[in-house]
């Protein structure tokens, strides 16, 4: 499974992630930590991801998921951020909206 989510992930459900990561408490930020604890460092892009508040459409929880995307991540590790940082709303809907995809990787990775 690539990291390219357009062709497994919606882009009403990736509107919909999106909505849930721009937030403080547990959001984006927290996701680019987990990812950088995991695998690489993003500081780059969360730089980026705070210039996206001053827009008026501008979604910094969008903007890292596209940068994600853009660099091959899957949404099996995806998935698994959200559920290292409890993101347990975000765990519930990417599961339920990608279930097929998700279940192929998860056997490949467990």
Not at 10 to 31: T, V, Y
Not at 82 to 110: G, P, R
Request: glycine share 6%.
């Amino acid at each position: 499974m690539t990291g390219d989510w357009n062709g497994t992930l919606s882009e009403g459900a990736r509107n919909r992630l999106a909505d849930m990561l721009d937030n403080a408490k547990c959001g984006w930020r927290q996701l680019a930590n987990v990812i950088t604890a995991i695998s690489i460092p993003l500081q780059n892009d969360m730089i980026s991801c705070s210039f996206q508040i001053l827009s008026p459409t501008g979604s910094p929880g969008r903007y890292l998921l596209e940068r994600l995307s853009e660099r091959s991540f899957t949404l099996g590790f995806l998935l698994h951020c959200l559920k290292t940082m409890e993101h347990h709303d975000a765990v519930q809907y990417l599961t339920a909206t990608n279930s097929q995809n998700l279940n192929k990787f998860l056997t490949l990775f467990l």
